[in-house]
């Protein structure tokens, strides 16, 4: 008899898991693009994440050129903080 795995049903990401995976992603110097490929979003909600995130001093702009689509993105030590207290958090009630 074949045995199936349980799927969990709920596999959807919440907004401080997305949030998590950005700031992760955001290590060295990252663009737009590599972040909307590597967090699976449009773009429409990866400008609403780095506007959040740029705003609450998580991540921060690189370079400042006259171009904001080529601009590139780096997480702060803040982020950094904020990833510390995350995976605690998931350690302890996962």
């Known amino acids: 008899m074949a045995q199936t795995r349980k799927r ?3 596999n959807h990401r919440g907004r401080l898991d997305i949030i998590a995976d950005i700031l992760e992603a ?3 110097d990252t663009r737009k693009t590599y972040l909307m490929y590597r967090c699976n979003m449009s773009f429409k909600q990866l400008k ?3 506007d959040f995130l740029l705003g609450k001093e998580l ?6 050129s006259l171009n ?6 780096r997480i ?8 510390k207290s995350y995976k605690g ?3 302890l009630v996962g």
């Open 8 to 10: 969990n049903c709920n």
């Open 68 to 73: 904001p689509d080529l601009s590139l993105f």
């Open 48 to 50: 609403s994440y780095l």
């Open 89 to 91: 958090l998931k350690d």
């Open 76 to 83: 702060t030590d803040k982020g950094k903080e904020f990833l």
């Open 59 to 64: 991540l921060c702009m690189v370079n400042g």
């Open 26 to 28: 955001s290590y060295e």
